[in-house]
């Protein structure tokens, strides 16, 4: 069932957008022109992604830095190490794996971005 | 994790910044390979793309300081060698980095105090 997300217009390139469609949250993210979405919470702490950064087709999470690929969804690395000499727990939750995202086909329609859920 | 995709990551990442320092990646393929691919090792154990040339110690700040592109803390050191520690990154004006050599940074320091 296509959908639409989001209007062109909305995301520059190098932006994302998080948004929910019939109950399902997607981070739409727009490489070079190209739009791709993928789901929105993290593969790892399931933190919204669309807050992170999008570094050509690498997105990085706000959370714990974990890197995934737009294009194809998987997970280029987990979070980043735990910071040294502190008196926390370490944050970054290393015991939870990294899965990667969950795809889903987009296609421009004029000025719609569609996404075939 | 994939450590093709990985790989292919850590190119597209440093590129751009190596660039603006000068850099170019290796133009032998297999050396640059062979050190992304020690690279990726590097960060799946410890967390961060160490260089797989230089030793880790136990003080965290120098360690950071090794971390690839590392090139803008050895700065004058790879200038004069026309190469990065390991290789990885050599001068945009290098076509055979066959011929370029290590200056071990003891040696480099001495010669550049006198």
Known sequence: MRTEAAKVSEIAPGGMLGVKLNGIHLAVCNYGGEFYAVERRCGHAAAYLDRGTLNGYILTCPLHYAQFDVVTGEALSGPIPEAPASKYENPAAPQLATHGLKTYPVTVEGDSIMVDL | ?114
């Open chain 2, 1 to 114: 994790m994939n450590l093709e995709a990985r790989k292919k990551a850590l190119r597209f990442l440093f590129a751009p910044i190596v660039d603006k320092l000068g850099y170019k990646f290796n133009p032998v393929e297999e050396d640059t390979d062979f050190l992304l691919e020690s690279e990726v090792s590097l960060e799946q154990k410890y967390g961060f793309p160490y260089c797989p040339c230089q030793a880790r110690t136990k003080d965290r700040a120098a360690n950071m300081k090794i971390v690839c592109p590392c090139i803008p803390f050895h700065r004058e050191h790879y200038d004069a060698m026309k190469r990065c520690w390991c290789g990885l990154f050599v001068h945009k004006d290098v076509s055979d980095p066959s011929g370029l050599k290590q200056i071990p940074p003891d040696k480099f320091n001495k010669k550049n105090r006198t």
